[in-house]
């Protein structure tokens, strides 16, 4: 089992930047891939990015590549999302996800957090 939970969401300015936390539970975090998801209302959830368990592999929705990086600490069990040139577009629900392989589809992720809210104003 894995819990995950999201924090370091917020109000910010378009072209602002913010991290986002995604802090495991378990002794077994750093055998998981980890990733990013957001959903915004009346949306589905969207693939945000990636990264392999040893985090040499990084992957990104093409929405977000070369504004967004992925990152993680296996030594402290988190994974982070740094939001730079944020748009109004990115406002959305934040969630980490935990699974077996590097992949874009919700399906394929067995753990989820509860979420960070991410608003961008115009």
């Known amino acids: 089992q894995v819990q995950l939970v999201e924090s370091g969401g917020g109000l910010v300015q378009a072209g602002g930047s913010l991290r986002l936390s995604c802090a495991a539970s378990g002794r077994t975090f750093s055998s998981y891939a980890m990733a990013w998801f957001r959903q915004a209302p009346g949306k589905e959830r969207e693939f945000v990015a990636a990264?392999?368990?040893?985090?040499?592999?990084?992957y990104y929705a093409d929405s977000v590549k070369g504004r967004f990086t992925i990152s993680r600490d296996n030594a402290k069990n988190t994974v982070y999302l740094q939001m730079n040139s944020l748009k109004p577009e990115d406002t959305a629900g934040y969630y980490c996800a935990a699974g077996g392989i590097v992949v874009t589809k919700v399906g394929e992720y067995d753990y989820w957090g509860q979420g960070t809210q991410v608003t961008v104003s115009s």
């Open positions: 990264i392999s368990w040893s985090g040499g592999g990084t």
